[in-house]
């Protein structure tokens, strides 16, 4: 037997089983009605507590992340874990002259690691790294966002990169070391978080949960080969942190962005200040719908973070490319009750990642398109305690990424 014949064998049995396993997602709105939590102009106080006390997922939005996921790995079968339980622990940290961005993920039938370095002067990537392996076990995802660490070990005896969890100081150390770039670097938690959980096609034994901050103060070192050593003192981080029983068929569209110091300009005395902001946008994943009409009226994880303090943006957000979605600037828009949205982004540069053949013909499709870049525009949000107060943010040249994502895995 040829080597054609073997492989087309393969492929056609992997296409069999595949097709024997699938079961297709069904999907029903989520809406406030049936899941009041997730709905409402401010998260919940304290930490997320991820089920009740009658052992049910308690789904809903809260300011501190849970420590403890046990009941969201416990319930996945040994082909959950391998086909729908997915994790991963984005981290980036914007300084004034560096863009610095990791995204460690654990698919258990394959790992992902993609690092980034981006000169925010020169407009332009300076360093990046891309690690993929099937049934690969060198990354190891933290068992929570705030609990231990995330490391990359692609060889016996080396750590290329880790984020971990500093409970005294109530940061996070991010490391990288690299041939061509190390960096040491601390990311403070910030005094209020987005702990997500959520139920996927609207199966309240299908959650997502996702602990993400944006906005937190960050400094350290990164060197470069070829470039002097830099030392910032003033930076912005962000955090996503995810584990999720993935729907199969999956779309997203996100935003993330920082600004380590951006005016704020507050309605009450007409007062302006500099602040850490931050903001975490999407749509199509995480998202509300209305019961009534069958529109979807917002997504769950839309926040804003301004000095370290979380506002829901209850509204649908529209994130779109005008154009091609790695060289074209893209519009981020929204308007609804307490809040208004209006950005422009500009992209520097893209990831993207897509399928080939073969993959597609066993029905595994990832087609992945991630600009980094500017930000530059206004966002305008009522306090919650007193909605007749708003804070008008400024946004200048703040760096981060938008993304479009499709996949069937």
């Known amino acids: 037997m040829n080597g054609k014949v073997v492989l087309v064998s393969v ?55 849970s420590t403890n996921l ?35 993920v654990q698919f258990h039938y394959v790992e ?48 290329n990169a880790e984020i971990c969890f500093d409970p005294d100081t109530d940061s996070w150390n991010f490391k990288l070391n690299m041939t061509e770039l190390s960096a040491d670097l601390r990311v403070r938690k910030g005094k209020e978080a987005l702990a997500l959980l959520y139920p996927l096609g609207g199966d309240t034994e299908r959650p997502a949960y996702v602990h993400k901050e944006a906005g937190m103060e960050a400094t350290g070192t990164v060197r470069v ?30 935003v993330s962005m920082n600004c380590e110091a951006c005016e704020v300009t507050s309605t009450k005395d007409n007062t302006k200040t500099e602040e850490h902001v931050g903001i975490n946008l999407s749509t199509l994943v995480y998202d509300i719908t209305n019961q009534e009409s069958g529109k979807v009226t917002a997504s769950s994880e839309n926040m804003l973070w301004i000095g370290h303090k979380v506002f829901p943006l209850n509204v649908v957000m529209g994130i779109e490319p005008t154009g091609d979605l790695g060289t074209d600037n893209w519009r981020v828009t929204g308007k609804g009750v307490g809040c208004e ?16 053949p073969e993959m597609r013909l066993v029905g595994v499709i990832s087609d992945f398109v991630q600009p980094f870049g500017k930000f530059n525009g206004q966002i305008t949000v009522a306090d919650p305690a007193d909605n007749s107060v708003k804070y008008k943010v400024r946004i200048v040249d703040c760096y981060g990424v938008c993304e479009d994502h499709h996949s069937l895995w």
């Not at 992902?112 to 891309?130: G, L, P, T």
């Not at 030392?231 to 996503?240: E, H, M, P, Q, Y």
């Open 11 to 65: 492929l056609l049995l992997a296409v069999a089983v595949r097709f024997a396993l699938e079961q297709k997602d069904t999907v029903v709105p989520v809406t406030c009605t049936s899941f009041p939590g997730l709905c409402g102009p401010t998260n919940t106080e304290g930490k997320a507590p991820i089920t009740n006390n009658t052992g049910a997922f308690e789904y809903g939005r809260w300011k501190m992340p």
């Open 70 to 104: 046990d009941p969201i790995r416990n319930i996945a079968t040994f082909m959950d874990k391998m086909n729908r339980l997915k994790t991963w622990s984005y981290m980036s940290v914007v300084s004034p002259k560096y863009f610095i961005a990791i995204t460690p």
């Open 112 to 159: 992902d690691v993609y690092i980034s370095v981006v000169d925010r002067e020169q407009e332009r990537q300076i360093a990046v790294y891309h690690w993929q392996l099937p049934l690969g076990r060198s990354v190891t995802i933290a068992p929570a966002g705030t609990v231990g660490c995330t490391y990359f070990q692609p060889y016996w005896g080396s750590t």
């Open 225 to 254: 080969s070829g470039q002097a050593p830099y030392t910032f003192s003033r930076g912005a981080g962000a955090l996503d942190w995810t584990l999720t029983h993935a729907l199969k068929d999956t779309y997203w569209r996100w």
């Open 341 to 356: 949205v209006d950005l422009t982004f500009q992209p520097h540069g893209t990831r993207s990642d897509h399928t080939g």
